[in-house]
């Protein structure tokens, strides 16, 4: 092990031999090491606080603090100024490379920070990635044209996984619930629609569909961990519903089975405006509103810088029930 500087080779041999407890909560401040070293470089009080953006009072207060926690007096004071004790000169060359150091970590960790806030991963739900994202997306790229982006769309239980596993920084949701290890806020709202085929029956109904039908009918849905079928099966549980007909794992296989006569469906009417207003596809009136919000999710303490931005975005642009016409 080397020698302390500043200790003579006795007092090395006596400091080096014996076994100290290191209590991190009676560390020095940091704060006070860099005033400390700022008084031996510049050679007064006051100069040295203005080095390092501290109120004199405050620099006063710091330094009688750590000689309180050291146990020894660092500063002669006099009329004419204070000056360094022979022991705190010691004290002030140790934490030179302290300081250093600690100066070294904030340097490295903002340069991490700054290339992590260059890429940014999101996941969304499918509706969504169909629905909202385009828009949201092309607004942060006006803002942030140099912000490298990837998206991942997948189901909302997936997008949650993907968020709680750090693989994504941000997310976006249509399920009915989120885990209660991720924070989440609104950004949209939606709601569901039994849509058909022009030639099924429902087609041509004027009385809105009741619950209870939509519960005895086998129906085309989306996978398991869908935020569509999941708010489907909430709204349907206390109606024991009969098993799907068709499982499928997007909006657009949903879509075109059910224009080719496999059966109704329940989708987000975002997901199905376009097919409406085209006449392939036909809204059916339904008796309860399954209305139904959009969040976004992310771990806490770790929001991204520019998923913060694109929250905001979310929100101003934030398109509610739109209806097919």
Request: with cysteine; glycine share 6%; hydrophobic share 45%.
């Amino acid at each position: 092990m080397s020698s302390v500087p500043g200790l003579r080779p006795r007092q090395n041999a006596q400091f080096l031999s014996t076994s100290y407890h290191c209590d991190m909560a009676q560390l020095p401040d940091l704060s006070a090491l860099a005033l400390l070293c700022a008084i031996a470089e510049h050679g007064s009080v006051s100069r040295a606080a203005a080095s390092i953006g501290m109120a004199q009072p405050n620099a006063s207060r710091t330094l009688r603090r750590l000689e309180a926690d050291l146990g020894f007096r660092l500063l002669d004071r006099g009329p004419r100024g204070s000056t360094l004790t022979e022991e705190g000169a010691m004290v002030a060359d140790w934490s030179s490379d302290v300081v250093a150091a600690a100066r070294t970590l904030q340097t490295a960790a903002l340069a991490l920070r700054e290339s992590q806030q260059s890429h940014l991963t999101v996941a969304a739900s499918k509706t969504v990635a169909e629905a909202f994202l385009p828009r949201w997306l092309a607004a942060l790229r006006a803002e942030r044209p140099q912000l490298e982006l990837h998206l991942a769309a997948q189901n909302s239980e997936e997008v949650q996984d993907a968020v709680e596993s750090g693989s994504a920084d941000l997310g976006f949701v249509e399920s009915p619930s989120v885990r209660r290890e991720l924070r989440s806020t609104e950004v949209a709202r939606d709601r569901l629609v039994v849509i058909v085929a022009p030639q099924h029956p429902w087609a041509r109904r004027r009385r809105p569909l009741t619950d209870a039908e939509l519960a005895r009918t086998p129906l085309v849905v989306r996978e398991p961990g869908s935020g569509t079928r999941t708010t489907l099966e909430s709204a349907l549980a206390h109606l024991d519903p009969v098993a799907p007909t068709l499982e499928l794992d997007s909006n657009a296989a949903v879509r075109i089975s059910v224009a080719s006569g496999a059966g109704p469906a329940v989708l987000s009417e975002l997901a199905v405006a376009d097919a409406a207003r085209a006449g392939g596809l036909v809204v059916v009136p339904t008796e309860t509103e399954f209305a139904r919000r959009m969040r976004a999710v992310w771990l806490p303490g770790s929001v991204h810088d520019a998923a913060e931005l694109l929250i905001g975005i979310a929100r101003r642009t934030c398109v509610t029930h739109v209806r097919p016409v």
